[in-house]
T-cell receptor
């Protein structure tokens, strides 16, 4: 089983839709969790960190469920510019490398 | 601000040739990483360096060597390139603390014929 698993999609949604991505991780000792965004043929960039209490940044909401080892990202009111690949990222412990999921592709159409 | 700089951006090699991918960061970060990205495979960690003078294997280290030359520079070497090493290579760095923000270079696209 891969350490970080995501539904690869693609998710094809119209503008204004709400879409949710899910991610599971296998190492229960994992300490930190993040969502990265990657545009086509570009480098990944941090979208947001994921905290146990849940956190929101504008139209984006991230949730963490440690008991189920599950992370989610909710995007409300999708924009064309949200089209990208969203990468779930887990850090086992401080000082070690970040482990990336394969990514979920989102395509928002007008 | 340059951030993380990788060279070369594109390279074509023949099987058996060697080459070194260079990476430098100007953010005074302790940790540096090399990932490769292949279609449908996501980003896979090749090697990382938690601090100057240390290196550790990641998920897919076979066929690669690394050198943490100093705090700024972390190079990746292919001693005898194989077609399976055709990929996009990303170097990244991260500062102290656990913010999780990796800063990536723009990537190096390598083709091995």
């Amino acid at each position: 089983r891969k350490e970080v698993e995501q539904d690869p999609g693609p998710f094809n949604v119209p503008e204004g839709a709400t879409v949710a991505f899910n991610c599971t991780y296998s190492n229960s000792a994992s300490q930190s969790f993040f969502w990265y965004r990657q545009d086509c043929r570009k480098e990944p960039k941090l979208l947001m960190s994921v905290y146990s209490s849940g956190n929101e940044d504008g139209r984006f909401t991230a949730q963490l469920n440690r008991a189920s080892q599950y992370i989610s990202l909710l995007i409300r009111d999708s924009k064309l510019s949200d089209s990208a690949t969203y990468l779930c990222v887990v850090n086992r412990k401080a000082g070690t490398a970040l482990i990336f999921g394969k990514g979920t592709t989102l395509s928002v159409s007008s | 601000n340059a951030g993380v700089t990788q060279t070369p951006k594109f390279q074509v090699l023949k099987t058996g040739q060697s080459m070194t991918l260079q990476c430098a960061q100007d953010m005074n970060h302790n940790s540096m990483y090399w990932y490769r990205q292949d279609p449908g495979m996501g980003l896979r960690l090749i090697y990382y360096s938690a601090s100057e003078g240390t290196t550790d294997k990641g998920e897919v280290p076979n066929g690669y060597n690394v050198s943490r030359l100093n705090k700024r520079e972390f190079s990746l070497r292919l001693e005898s390139a194989a077609p399976s090493q055709t990929s996009v290579y990303f170097c990244a760095s991260r500062g102290t603390g656990d913010t999780g923000e990796l800063f990536f270079g723009e990537g190096s696209r390598l083709t091995v014929l």
